[in-house]
């Protein structure tokens, strides 16, 4: 049986679908789910998109603005609710219930059942689980379930006991679903889905569903500048805006509304850009005054972190290193010419009152199918294999030179 049928038959045996992706929110994850959802509701199933968004110690979130402009974004929830039902039965041979009400007491519900006549014993009383509320599971840009986050640790046996379709485009897809559709050839999760939902019925592809897809496209190709172009995804795209996906609007939204903000403190990323000798390794660090003097924040850093992917192409391993608790004194409103060389690598620490005085970011993107949780297992991320982030109560220099050697030692056991 062929892929698309054995997808499509799973679909007409479920009831009541979940679809999820992993906590970094890729571009191309949430498109792709969005366009499922907007599918699965017009062919009459009971669907829901949940989806963990990550976040670290420092309550950063990967910033997904961008892509609100999406039909149905508002319906991706960050958690699982009422999964399972407990069913407490009572038996009515011996009596007939007049009044029920509950109380909580010492972390303990308590139903008080009254009769109307006679009176119930133990025996009148049983309990079971009433099953779970979804029958199957489509995963999305997954390479494995842990990169869920919560969604799967907090229901590994829902995960366990519910079919799963595995829809991804990797090569370290751990091919964990009952059905686990991967195209390694594919350069969007998007265009699978694409292929799918197109095999399936094309007449069911709307401007809504074909805007989604799309978008995941133009986001995973950078717009059409990186280097997995193919002439698949090509005809792939001609194909989306023949159904009427909105290209104009997607570009808008994605590219074309960046904040001066944010390009101000790209500017800053490119004053203190650095490279490995094999330019495998790119990286960049951030003081508090380069937030500060770029009125910009935390939440403008994908956007850099997307820049740099464009236009360094050849780059394995992305890293960026920020503290917004030291100020560098060598930024050109403390000090020019000469002087700075007297006070390389020396910062001005604003502590706050708490603790900790030095608290650095690090967040590592990996661009060529390499583990980023592994390249900083030690400082203890979260995230994904993606994408990892760690929050280090250290001076951002010290840690620079730690994770940047950490990273150069495994890189050269892999190349």
Known sequence: METGQQFFNLIEKSKNILISFPIDWSGDAISASLALFLFLKKIGKNV???????????????????????????????????????????????????????????????FIISPRDGFFTENDLSSNMGGFKYDLIITVDSCDLESLGKIYDSNIDFFYKTPIINIDQSPENEEFGQ???IDLKAVAVTEIIFNLLFNYNKKLIDEDIATCLLA????????????????RVLATTSKLIELGARREEIVANLYRSRSLSTLKLWGRVLNNL????????????LFKNDFQISKSGEENLQDVIDELIISIP???VIVVLYSLSEMSVL???YMTGDDKQEFNDKTIVIHNGSDK???TNVTVCSVKNIDALELIKNLKPEGTKKIAQSLVNRPLKEVEKEVILNIKNQLEKIF
């Open 48 to 110: 829901e998109i949940g989806a963990e968004h990550m976040k670290n110690t420092n309550n950063f979130k990967i910033p997904t603005e961008s892509f609100k402009f999406l039909p149905a974004f508002s319906e991706i929830k960050d958690s699982l609710e009422n999964l399972m039902k407990f069913v407490v039965s009572v038996d009515l041979k011996n009596a007939k219930v007049s009044q029920i009400k509950y109380i909580i007491e010492n972390n303990k519900l308590n």
């Open 179 to 181: 059905l686990n559709i």
């Open 216 to 231: 995941g496209i133009i986001f995973r190709t950078k717009s059409f500048k990186t280097s997995n172009v193919t002439p």
């Open 274 to 285: 650095s490279t490995s000798e094999d330019n495998n390794i790119i990286w960049t660090t």
């Open 314 to 316: 050849t780059a394995k």
């Open 331 to 333: 930024d050109e409103q």
């Open 357 to 359: 005085i030095f608290s």
